[in-house]
């Protein structure tokens, strides 16, 4: 992955972790449009929104990590032994 496409990559990210275009358009106070330009490359993502979604991807990723596995999706459910 080139340095200039992480940017753009973490804007995907942060669509699918917010639930559309929509809400991380709400969530960075910017228009769909202004998203769908960015997402695309036309313009260049500025740093200072980049720098805010990368933040919303971490948030989400640490509220993710935080609940609870649940059994039926693979998580451990043995209790480690002590030696």
């Known amino acids: ?3 200039s496409d992480v940017p753009r990559r973490a804007l ?5 972790l917010c639930g559309g275009i929509d ?23 500025p740093q200072p ?8 991807i971490l948030e989400a990723t640490s ?3 935080a609940k609870p ?4 999706e693979g998580g451990r459910t043995d209790k ?3 030696h």
């Open 1 to 3: 992955m080139r340095n």
């Open 12 to 16: 995907q990210r942060a669509v699918e």
């Open 23 to 45: 809400a991380l358009g709400d969530a960075l106070n910017v228009t769909d449009e202004v998203l769908q330009r960015w997402l695309s490359g036309e313009e260049e993502l």
């Open 49 to 56: 929104v980049f720098t805010q979604a990368v933040g919303l």
């Open 63 to 65: 509220q993710q990590r």
């Open 69 to 72: 596995s649940d059994p039926s």
């Open 80 to 82: 480690r032994r002590r």
